[in-house]
């Protein structure tokens, strides 16, 4: 079916556009979606669209969505995928949107079975094969995270069955060397966590090697110029994962 797939997307290019003056409202609030070349803007743009058109986005407890909330999430959404195609996105459609912060159930069982359930805040999170959530007041409001972005990554992590940190590496990737640079940085991070110096990531990047590879993937795209710097070598694997170089196209 991919003729027909290839067949609609052309139809709703064809068709619609995000109206010019909305788009420059939404860019303006994302300076590193401004820092994108004109034709990679374009294909974004491109690519906003058509993201809109397959996926469905809905507020959650009647919170009504504006077109900029939309085309805000689809864009940061997209960027990841900038080079990679929506295709990266086919294993599920819904992204639900929450005015704020959300509460979810969890549950776990101790050594000795005893089960234990609490509520965690969250705002954000992505469901293997289920939709994205979003706290829209954290989406835009929260400056020191992206949390559109950070959820999106953990989507294209578990892809290949995991968040585990290990998307699927394209075969020009080395995998070895993926294990290397994520490795060293992740004990690197944790270890100065614990000695309590200046981690300039969100100290929740220690978790896990999932939320490792979100928080990472949101510098690499928000700050990637000091990410490059700091990571050298995490900064050239996701240059080969997402097929993208943003230092180099950010301002310092
Ligand atoms: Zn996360």
Redesign the pocket.
């Known amino acids: 079916m991919k003729w027909w797939t290839t067949w609609k997307r052309r139809r709703v290019l064809r068709k619609h556009r995000i109206d010019e003056a909305l788009w420059r409202r939404v860019v303006l609030q994302l300076p590193f979606i401004g820092e994108l070349a004109r034709d990679d803007a374009k294909r974004l743009r491109e690519l906003t669209l058509l993201f809109l058109s397959e996926k469905a986005i809905t507020g959650a407890h009647g919170l009504v969505l504006t077109d900029h909330m939309r085309v805000a999430i689809a864009a940061q959404a997209c960027l990841p995928i900038l080079n990679l195609g929506l295709d990266w996105y086919d294993d599920w459609v819904g992204v639900v949107v929450y005015a704020g912060d959300f509460r979810v159930r969890r549950q776990d069982v101790d050594a000795s079975g005893v089960v234990h359930e609490w509520d965690d805040a969250l705002a954000g999170e992505a469901m293997p094969g289920g939709p994205v959530v979003l706290s829209w007041e954290s989406a835009a409001n929260a400056p020191e995270m992206n949390v559109v972005l950070?959820?999106f990554a953990?989507k294209l992590d578990m892809r290949n069955g995991a968040a585990d940190g290990l998307p699927p590496l394209h075969a020009d990737m080395d995998r070895r060397r993926w294990h290397a640079a994520w490795q060293h940085a992740y004990e690197g991070f944790c270890d100065a966590l614990e000695r309590a110096r200046d981690t300039w990531l969100d100290p929740y990047a220690a978790e896990h090697p999932?939320?490792f590879f979100?928080v990472l993937s949101e510098a690499f795209f928000e700050w990637p110029q000091e990410t490059q710097r700091r990571y050298p070598d995490v900064y050239d694997q996701l240059r080969l994962f997402y097929r993208q170089d943003p230092a180099a196209r950010a301002k310092p």
Do not use: L
């Open positions: 950070h959820e953990h999932s939320e979100a």
